[in-house]
């Protein structure tokens, strides 16, 4: 895929400390290494300093959801990611999947009736409530999530 296509940080590139674009195959045991590899630049850039927790969880979780309900757990199927920081506005992280989209409003609250049983379906709330604004583009197919 040509860099073209990689989501693209909406910050203002003069002022970033830190900007990443990447793309893995649709396998979960990617996860891991990319996130401890992200993770690592995260803090030695200094960004979201005292919110890695989050951020690292919000990052692991859509990742994951990009994995599984995106590419349909296809491993030849790629999803592709961009994380940035700038100082005065934080961490931005986007991550796109080829699939065809949800409706966020959709999904039932996890914490609340026969939800709470589930044994999934808890990744977009933790993802909201670990981030400072979540946004869903391109149909659901990309998720805009932002640490300040």
Excluded at 82 to 94: F, K, N
Excluded at 96 to 107: E, K, L, Q, V
Aim: charged share 25%; net charge negative; hydrophobic share 35%.
């Amino acid at each position: 895929m040509s860099p073209e296509e990689l989501p693209r940080c909406e910050f203002d590139r003069d002022k970033l400390i830190l900007q990443l674009q990447t793309t893995l195959p649709a396998d979960v045991n990617s996860i891991g290494p990319a996130v401890d590899g992200v993770m690592q630049l995260v803090r030695h850039m200094g960004c979201a300093h005292g919110k890695e927790f989050e951020v690292e969880t919000a990052l692991r979780e859509a990742l994951a959801n990009a994995m599984t309900h995106g590419c349909k757990g296809d491993p030849d199927r790629q999803v592709q990611f961009s994380v940035c920081c700038d100082e005065a506005r934080g961490m931005l992280i986007v991550v796109r999947d080829p699939g065809t989209g949800f409706d966020p409003a959709s999904i039932p609250n996890p914490v609340v009736g026969r939800q709470v049983y589930s044994t999934h379906g808890r990744g977009i709330f933790l993802i909201n409530q670990l981030m400072d604004e979540v946004r869903f583009e391109r149909g659901g197919t990309e998720i805009h999530m932002k640490k300040k």
